[in-house]
């Protein structure tokens, strides 16, 4: 199982990208299936680039330091 601190210590890794642009980033939970569901927010949360940050920004940082992580999905 991923361990939901080392999630949200990544998740504060990305953030300042993200508040550049108006946006940031929650962390929702992380459930047994080790899928990660994040709540965009702000600017993000009605950017049409949001699918693209979400998979090739924050996805693929949190994959790289936790291999498990299956997926990180919007909620």
């Known amino acids: ?3 939901k601190e ?3 210590r990544l998740i504060d ?13 929650e962390l929702v939970q992380v459930r047994a299936d080790n899928v990660v569901e994040v709540k965009l927010k702000g600017a993000c949360g ?3 680039m949001a699918t693209l940050t ?3 920004g924050i996805e693929r940082v949190l994959k790289e330091e936790i291999p498990e992580i299956k997926e990180v999905i919007s909620v």
């Open 1 to 3: 199982m991923v361990n």
């Open 6 to 8: 080392d999630v949200k």
């Open 13 to 25: 890794k990305v953030r300042p990208a993200l508040q550049a642009d108006g946006g940031d980033c």
């Open 46 to 48: 009605s950017c049409p």
């Open 54 to 56: 979400l998979k090739a």
